[in-house]
């Protein structure tokens, strides 16, 4: 698989994984810097521009959320993917809460840290920094999702799942695929679903005429304006 040019920089302090990733990253064409604790990581993308960061959670000197929550702080907008050995949902929230772009967790294929490094780097060259469907608009830059011009109100958990209805749009999701995308294997009850998509449609459509989030029966969901055809 190739790659368009890419510079990461890997914050990992065990030295054989942070090791294998570089070397495998290598193959793939793509430039890392590596850094063995959070504090040093900190202070080499203040200094450094990158196309993602890869972070561990758990580091000496400074850890994975206090640096993601020190940069977000500093207005330092780098995509971060979390590396991570706990796969609890409360994590996941923590460190999208944090300003965390991504999460994965160990033990992890290569191939899948590839993809996920290259989708993030796509994030931060702004080929897919924007998504809008009729007068709804995210940017996935600075996390924000608008509507008539308004900032909505939205928890970390809503803001992913209007991203994938969004880039989905016109066509549908189902649930299993939703709940795939945004919890990964660490599945919540279906009411959880039911309890974020209530919100959702409340932050996007509630001071609206023309709602925008559907439920198709035996389908899942679907976003797009009234006026367009099913």
């Given at each position: 698989m190739g790659s368009e040019h890419i510079q990461l920089l890997l914050v990992e302090d065990d030295l054989d994984l942070a090791t294998a990733i570089i070397d495998y990253l290598s193959l793939e064409?793509?430039?890392?810097d590596h850094a063995a604790n959070g504090l040093a990581g900190f202070n080499l993308i203040k200094q450094n521009v990158y196309d993602a960061v890869i972070l561990d959670l758990?580091?000496?000197?400074?850890?994975?959320?206090?640096?993601?929550?020190?940069?977000?702080?500093?207005?330092?907008?780098?995509?971060?993917?979390?590396?991570?050995?706990?796969?609890?949902?409360?994590?996941?929230?923590?460190g999208f809460s944090v300003g965390a772009d991504d999460y994965l967790v160990k033990p992890f294929a290569m191939e899948e840290l590839i993809v996920r490094a290259q989708v993030l780097s796509k994030r931060r060259s702004g080929q897919v920094s924007k998504l809008a469907?009729?007068?709804?608009?995210l940017d996935l830059k600075q996390q924000k999702a608008m509507r008539h011009g308004a900032i909505l109100k939205l928890s970390p958990i809503g803001f992913r799942i209007l991203e994938v209805l969004m880039r989905e749009s016109p066509n549908p999701v189902s649930?299993?695929?939703?709940?795939?995308?945004?919890?990964?294997?660490?599945?919540?009850?279906?009411?959880?679903?039911?309890?974020?998509?209530?919100?959702?449609?409340?932050?996007v459509d509630g001071a609206s005429d023309c709602k925008l989030i559907h439920t198709l029966v035996g389908r899942g969901f679907v976003l797009r304006s009234e006026e367009e055809p099913t």
């Open positions: 064409g793509i430039e890392c758990n580091l000496p000197r400074m850890s994975g959320l206090q640096v993601c929550e020190q940069l977000r702080a500093q207005g330092i907008d780098v995509p971060i993917l979390m590396l991570t050995a706990k796969d609890t949902l409360d994590d996941k929230l923590t469907v009729h007068d709804l608009e649930r299993e695929k939703l709940m795939q995308i945004v919890w990964g294997d660490e599945q919540p009850d279906s009411n959880s679903l039911k309890v974020h998509m209530f919100n959702l449609r409340k932050a």
